[in-house]
């Protein structure tokens, strides 16, 4: 029985007259899963917001429960039993788990007080009837992502959502914490809750879902039963063509050793746990070393050392023999490292400068005439990058806020992989990214590889680390508790174990 | 300003910059009358530069060295150095028998001579359209001026992109404080015949920053900003003369529209 039906539904943003939704239908059915997936900027989250009622379309119209609804903000939008989890968390990082889910609606001591143990209570409570584990009492900020993603769900259930939206609910989320997530889900529907789910991978589409969406520049292109389609089926659907799912890679050619860190270690004053702990590694010549972890065990920190933006506290870091721990970003860039940080918006790129001026950041020295920029050299550089990397832009001088993710990530990359350096650093090289950008990623990375670069990925996509690398190292706590030789067949739920400290390898001593 | 603000690093100091530039110049002229004009003159604008820019220095030190916040460093730095300047125009550096705190007159060739006859637009006017140039240039066009922009729009991709923090807080601190004490100079030079008076800047360094947010830290808009700007002071002290206004009815006009032009602003940068 349908539950949801939108009709018909345009959405245009403006300034830049974008057409996020040309005029879609979708159908929810009742105790369902649904899977919508497609390309980035295809107008997913767009569709979802606008059920949610945290964007008003141009026209259109829904029912629910086959009676024609206006929802006007998230607020009626709870009211009429619809929850949304959004892909950033809308969860206040210093209150607890408690605090967060009742927020809004708390329970009350004679009218007026907040009552805690009540809502210890109630959170524990639902968390049962939903066999959702979660402590009242922990604190937002301490929690992995898994577990806060827990608290959205259980925030939305509380407040009496029948009919469930995730937006790209697994994209944060290691290898046990997305089959529990799925469990979770099926547990839902089969209570007769209505799940509809945002997400880039086809593998989960096929083991939760039983309806899926497929959605292509705004339109609605098919909707099938999840049985009666392939996975191939679905990704031509979204890309018109079928994509490669496995990357061919070369054997390697074990050349020189270019990267060496040696007992690296970061204390951080008063805290007991290390931020990195004895790591110690090494990156030949054209090889691709992974590190696989959940986020936050240190992976992000060591990679700020790598680059000069941490000091550590003691240990090496050195390439091709010349020691570069301790110096700053300029002069570790000078030694042919380069980086291509997670963080494309914060760290990455300046939204509010023009494309030219991202791009000839780490390379004002190239362009400098004594005191001036070369700026028309500067400006025929990027044109030529954005052409060869194919970035959509329509010239150089226009703001990197206004690129899309996947073309930001191109810009940066463009930066990055100029040169040809020694050894590169990528940071969840895909995140966010479209099928067919991350083949154009993937392809990148791999001519770097073959041109005997160097090169550390580290990502929260396992299935990426996986068939890119050469070598997986392991971050748990601070330490690279394992490193596999990825030649073997090597199966992602054993370094699942090791990312949740389920395993060490190592014992410590 | 603006290069201080571009970069995000923030100027308080513009007032006590002003101030001690106009008075240290006047005090160098004061020792070097027998110079030849030109020189003499050039190197009292060099003088309020340096003081401007050494006052500039210091918060940006204290930043650098243990991030101390520079916005309440530089204000403070302002606060000490007005009256300690006052108390050398009172005492010291007193011109005898005048009836106002002031320095003495400076050899008279080093006056700005006038553009118009009749009111105060002199030389230093043309020395400021030069500067907004120059400043212009600097921002726009130069490798380090490039830097401190790309520190301002974002301190992490600079740091990230190897552009060094010490490097574009000291500029922007020296610049925008060097470039504060040359306007307290040339107000000293010009509209006040070549001496110092005791209050003659003040405020003039609150104006800059108000005017360096109306201009949106651009260097051209600086202009037409600083014209509006001084239009609306000037027009409140007239309506003060000539009708019975009181002069706080137009400081609050002023503070109003100031208040408007610049939360529009900040709105601005909080939807983007
Ligand atoms: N707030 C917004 N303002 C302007 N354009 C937007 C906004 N949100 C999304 N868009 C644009 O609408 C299109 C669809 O975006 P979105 O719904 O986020 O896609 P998806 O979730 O499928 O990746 C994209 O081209 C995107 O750039
Ligand atoms: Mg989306």
Not at chain 1, 306 to 335: D, T, V, Y
Not at chain 1, 444 to 462: F, P
Not at chain 2, 6 to 28: D, H, P, S
Request: proline letters at 4%; charged letters at 20%.
């Amino acid at each position: 029985m349908s539950i949801i039906l939108m009709e018909g539904i345009v959405k245009t943003y403006q300034p830049n007259n974008v057409l996020a939704n040309a005029g879609i239908d979708l159908e929810l059915e009742e105790g369902k899963i649904h899977a919508i997936v497609g390309e980035n900027g295809a107008g997913k989250t767009t569709l979802m917001k606008i059920l949610y009622g945290e964007e008003q379309p141009d026209s259109g119209r829904i029912f629910i429960d086959n009676e024609k609804v206006n929802i006007p903000s998230p607020l009626v939008a709870n009211r009429l039993g619809l929850g949304m989890v959004h892909q950033e968390f809308q969860l206040f990082p210093s209150l607890t788990t408690a605090q967060n889910i009742v927020l809004g609606a708390e329970p009350r001591k004679g009218g007026l007080f907040y009552d805690n143990k009540k809502a210890d209570e109630i959170i524990k409570d639902i968390s049962v009837k939903y066999s959702l584990q979660i402590e009242p009492k922990a604190i937002i900020n301490r929690m992995t992502v898994g577990q806060k993603q827990r608290v959205e769900i259980l925030k939305m259930l509380y407040r009496g959502a029948r009919i469930l939206i995730l937006d790209e609910p697994t994209s944060v989320l290691v290898e046990q914490e997305i089959e529990a997530l799925f469990k979770t889900l099926k547990k839902l529907a089969d209570s007769g809750h209505t799940i509809v789910f945002i997400t880039h991978k086809l593998g989960e589409v096929k083991t939760v879902s039983d309806i899926v969406f497929i959605m292509k520049s705004g339109r609605m292109v098919a909707c099938r039963d999840t049985e009666s389609v392939t996975k191939e089926d679905i990704c031509s659907l979204m890309v018109g063509r079928r994509s490669e799912f496995f990357i061919s890679k070369s054997p390697i050619q074990p050349g020189k050793v270019v990267l060496t860190v040696n007992n690296l270690r970061i204390l951080e004053k008063g805290v007991k746990q290390p931020v990195l702990d004895a790591v110690t590694f090494q990156i030949r010549k054209g090889e691709i070393f992974g590190i696989a972890g959940v986020a936050g065990n240190g992976q992000a920190d060591l990679v700020e050392a790598l680059f000069g933006l941490r000091k550590i506290s003691s240990g090496e870091i050195s390439i091709s023999g010349k020691i570069i721990s301790g110096n700053n970003p300029k002069s570790i860039r000078a030694c042919g490292v380069a980086y291509v940080p997670a963080e494309r918006t914060a760290r990455g790129s300046a939204g509010q400068a023009c494309l030219w001026e991202n791009i000839v950041v780490s390379n004002t020295a190239r362009f400098k005439k004594r005191l001036f920029l070369d700026i028309p050299a500067i400006k025929l550089f990027c044109d030529d990058k954005v052409r060869s990397y194919a970035i959509k832009a329509e010239n150089t001088s226009m703001k990197a806020n206004t690129l899309s993710g996947g073309n930001l990530q191109k810009l940066v990359l463009s930066r990055e992989f100029d040169g040809y350096p020694e050894f590169l650093i990528i940071e969840e090289p895909t995140r966010g990214l479209d099928v067919k950008s991350a083949d154009f990623v993937y392809d990148r990375i791999l001519d770097m590889r073959e041109s005997g670069c160097a090169i550390l990925i580290i990502s929260s996509d396992l299935n990426e680390i996986i068939s890119l690398s050469d070598f997986i190292g392991v971050m748990y706590r601070g330490e690279i508790t394992i490193i596999f030789d990825n030649d073997q067949e090597l199966s992602s739920y054993e370094i699942g174990e090791y990312m949740m400290g389920v395993r060490t390898g190592k014992v410590k001593n | 300003m603006s290069i201080s603000f571009q970069t995000k690093v923030w100027n308080l100091a513009g007032e006590g910059q002003v101030y001690l530039g106009a008075f240290m110049g006047i005090v160098l002229g004061l020792q070097i009358p027998n110079w030849p004009p030109v020189i003499a003159v050039i190197a009292i604008l060099v003088m309020g530069f340096i003081v401007g820019s050494v006052l500039g220095l210091l918060p940006a030190a204290l930043r650098l060295r243990w991030g101390v916040n520079e916005l309440i460093t530089s204000y403070m730095a302002s606060l000490i150095i007005l009256p300690v300047v006052n108390y050398f125009l009172a005492g010291p550096m007193k011109m005898p028998g005048a009836g106002i705190n002031t320095t003495g007159y400076v050899n008279k060739a080093f006056v700005f001579p006038k553009i118009l006859p009749s009111c105060d637009l002199h030389l230093g006017f043309a020395l400021a359209l030069v500067l907004v140039l120059m400043t212009y240039y600097f921002l726009y066009r130069t490798a380090t001026g490039y830097s401190l922009r790309i520190y301002g729009f974002n301190e992490e991709f600079a740091r990230y992109g190897g552009i060094g923090e010490a490097k574009c807080v000291l500029v922007a601190m020296i610049a925008s404080g060097g470039l504060c004490g040359l306007a307290g100079i040339t107000s000293s030079l010009g509209v006040f015949h070549g001496r110092m008076v005791e209050f003659s800047t003040y405020s003039m360094g609150w104006n800059g920053i108000a005017v360096a947010l109306i201009a949106r830290n651009n260097p051209f808009g600086v202009i037409p900003a600083a014209f509006l700007f001084a239009y609306i002071l000037t027009g409140a002290n007239l309506s003060g003369l000539l009708a019975d206004i009181p002069p706080e009815v137009a400081q609050v006009v002023s503070a109003v529209i100031y208040y408007l032009i610049t939360a529009q602003a900040l709105w601005r940068i909080k939807l983007s």
